[in-house]
């Protein structure tokens, strides 16, 4: 069969065929690329990691704590005044973007509990990785808010920055009973100031510093850091909580980038798949978050 047929024929097949084949291709180049490492060269994690992706589906979080939660046991609300759907974490209402339906808020946020849950690669906080009554919270990529809303009641103030305009009018609902300490903004961040885009440095140049950051930018955290140079530098008792996993290189040169600037860094346990085409390749298993603490600024 010739290259043109098999891409036409590809094209023609239904999204969720072509998405099984393409689960199925990159399960296998994941497991013989780990299978062509030295033994030694592959630590427990990945190989319990490499252990449960024998015997299961290609997904994000290789461990068995997924299996824990059940899209069943989420009930969905409506406010009939707003016309937005919500759920409730932990007694407070987080709100969902106006056309979600309830099947994919209960798919939605299920994600989110696996995602934070205590085993899990991506979670950001840890008992002493936490934040406390005087912080200053900035959360970029806020997306639904879950993080904010479970430390609102704690902090002192919080900046949501949002790039997706349509997580707006669900952030403003859920934080409405905090606008006081609560501030939203609907920007890239990033390295440069111009049109809807702006550094945190350019932001912050007239308020008050934070003292933990925490930052999911779908693969621009690169560009967070450098847009916060001068405030990542100077500020003491900072603690920055950071996605590792969109590009390959990214939990190594992130690693080196804060260490150079007087932090201490750990990482998430476990590892997770990010299985995005564009930089689909080895280590194809990533530390999810990266915990950076400094506390002391450096000269």
Known sequence: MTLERKTSLYSITPKFI???????????????YYAGLPVASVNSEEKAALDYLKDNKLCVFPYPFQHNYKRTSITVYKDNKLKLK???????????????????????YNYLLIEQDINSPHRYLTDTFNLSTNDIL??????EGNLALSVI???????????????????????????????????????????????LDEFFKDKEAF?????????????????????????????????????????????????ERGFTVSHSSGYMIFPEPLTFYPPYLRRGILRAERSIAIS
């Not at 900035?138 to 997306?143: H, I, P, T, Y």
Request: charged share 35%; aromatic share 10%.
């Open 18 to 32: 072509r998405k099984w084949i393409n689960n199925r291709q990159a399960k296998r180049a994941i497991l013989e």
């Open 86 to 108: 919500y759920i409730l974490q932990d007694g407070k209402r987080l709100y969902f973007k106006r056309k979600s339906s309830s099947r994919g808020i209960k798919r939605n």
């Open 138 to 143: 900035v959360d970029v990529g806020a997306a």
């Open 153 to 199: 009641e704690k902090v002192k103030k919080i900046y949501l920055f949002e790039t997706d305009e349509k997580w707006i009018e669900a952030l403003k609902a859920t934080f409405s009973p905090w606008q006081d300490k609560v501030e939203i903004i609907n920007k890239f961040v990033s390295h440069k100031n111009e049109d809807n885009h702006v550094s």
């Open 211 to 259: 003292s933990f950051l925490k930052v999911d930018a779908e693969g621009s955290e690169n560009e967070v850091l450098q847009g916060s140079e001068t405030l990542i530098t100077a500020v003491p008792l900072l603690k920055i909580a950071l996605c590792s996993y969109h590009k390959p290189n990214d939990e190594k040169d992130f690693k080196k980038h804060l260490a």
